[in-house]
């Protein structure tokens, strides 16, 4: 059924019956179809107006000024497709899996490539960026079988490396990303957060819907109280060498204090936070786009 390395057959299977896929695809916030005022052999008529200069001539409605001697135009409705943009962290932190199987990039791309076949099959965009302190790929917004594969295709040949910048990669890809639609972002998080927040602004400005996946394992969220170990930095390979113990509650406590601040500024943004632990599946993730997970 699926040839590809992060589109498991078990995978597809459960999408095609993902029983919030109707509402995800036909209300939610992915699909994010809206009605606009267009024309178009597509649109359907709303409503007329009066003529104001500027408007095109083309538009007025010449049967409707002969009867009223006046000049209206017809104003058309059409329904149009928003756009689901995926922005995937692969700097080297991100290949940190601890004691699981599965590393934070490779989460993020099971989760990236089961949510592009879900907006590809309901006929709405999807686009691709990978980043690290820049964005490395771009994959402008499609939704074509070929487009899928595309997409697919550059999930599997990816790898981390690179040092983290979030807040500079973001930035970038405002400038990319032209058409409003709905944000997400696979990211461990390692930036400071009035960075993310800033480089966030344009987005939250012109009216996207964001969710912020931020991706741990259960070995970044507790060092435990394990033997003397050695500790190295995966993007600048400084080493350090200490006993979990003695560091595990001012080490919790700052993560804490990181997270925390995410969310209070999430908070205050209307933008969508989730803590998505690695040793978990990524199910839930798409409860939060559908608004089932809360805030």
Same mark, same amino acid.
């Given at each position: 059924?699926?040839?590809?390395?992060?589109?498991?057959?078990?995978?597809?299977?459960?999408?095609?019956?993902?029983?919030?896929?109707?509402?995800?695809?036909?209300?939610?916030?992915?699909?994010?179809?809206?009605?606009?005022?267009?024309?178009?052999?597509?649109?359907?008529?709303?409503?007329?107006?009066?003529?104001?200069?500027?408007?095109?001539?083309?538009?007025?409605?010449?049967?409707?000024?002969?009867?009223?001697?006046?000049?209206?135009?017809?104003?058309?409705?059409?329904?149009?497709?928003?756009?689901?943009?995926?922005?995937?962290?692969?700097?080297?932190?991100?290949?940190?899996?601890?004691?699981?199987?599965?590393?934070?990039?490779?989460?993020?791309?099971?989760?990236?490539?089961?949510?592009?076949?879900?907006?590809?099959?309901?006929?709405?965009?999807?686009?691709?960026?990978?980043?690290?302190?820049?964005?490395?790929?771009?994959?402008?917004?499609?939704?074509?079988?070929?487009?899928?594969?595309?997409?697919?295709?550059?999930?599997?040949?990816?790898?981390?490396?690179?040092?983290?910048?979030?807040?500079?990669?973001?930035?970038?890809?405002?400038?990319?990303?032209?058409?409003?639609?709905?944000?997400?972002?696979?990211?461990?998080?390692?930036?400071?957060?009035?960075?993310?927040?800033?480089?966030?602004?344009?987005?939250? =400005?012109?009216?996207?819907?964001?969710?912020?996946?931020?991706?741990?394992?259960?070995?970044?969220?507790?060092?435990?109280?394990?033997?003397?170990?050695?500790?190295?930095?995966?993007?600048?390979?400084?080493?350090?060498?200490? =006993?979990?113990?003695?560091?595990?509650?001012?080490?919790?406590?700052?993560?804490?204090? =990181?997270?925390?601040?995410?969310?209070?500024?999430?908070?205050?943004?209307?933008?969508?936070?989730?803590?998505?632990?690695?040793?978990?599946?990524?199910?839930?993730?798409?409860?939060?786009?559908?608004?089932?997970?809360?805030?």
């Amino acid at each position: 059924m699926s040839a590809y390395r992060y589109l498991r057959p078990d995978d597809v299977r459960r999408l095609e019956s993902y029983e919030f896929a109707a509402r995800l695809l036909a209300e939610g916030w992915l699909n994010g179809r809206h009605r606009s005022r267009l024309r178009g052999a597509s649109t359907e008529f709303h409503e007329y107006r009066a003529y104001t200069p500027g408007d095109a001539p083309g538009l007025v409605d010449w049967r409707v000024f002969a009867r009223t001697d006046r000049h209206y135009v017809k104003t058309f409705e059409q329904e149009t497709n928003l756009e689901c943009h995926l922005l995937l962290d692969s700097s080297s932190s991100m290949a940190f899996g601890g004691g699981s199987a599965t590393t934070k990039l490779e989460f993020a791309s099971y989760f990236a490539a089961a949510l592009a076949w879900l907006v590809v099959r309901g006929s709405d965009q999807v686009s691709l960026q990978i980043f690290d302190d820049r964005v490395r790929e771009f994959l402008p917004p499609g939704s074509t079988r070929q487009h899928l594969h595309q997409v697919l295709s550059t999930l599997e040949s990816n790898e981390p490396r690179g040092p983290t910048s979030l807040s500079a990669a973001l930035a970038r890809a405002a400038l990319q990303i032209r058409r409003r639609g709905t944000v997400i972002v696979l990211s461990d998080f390692y930036d400071e957060p009035a960075a993310i927040f800033a480089a966030l602004n344009p987005f939250i =400005h012109r009216g996207f819907r964001i969710h912020l996946f931020h991706l741990l394992s259960p070995e970044e969220m507790e060092l435990g109280d394990g033997v003397l170990s050695r500790y190295e930095d995966m993007e600048t390979r400084d080493t350090l060498t200490l =006993h979990p113990r003695a560091l595990a509650e001012s080490y919790r406590d700052a993560l804490q204090t =990181h997270i925390t601040r995410l969310r209070t500024l999430s908070a205050q943004r209307r933008i969508d936070y989730h803590v998505a632990r690695t040793d978990g599946t990524f199910w839930p993730l798409f409860d939060r786009i559908t608004g089932e997970g809360g805030k």
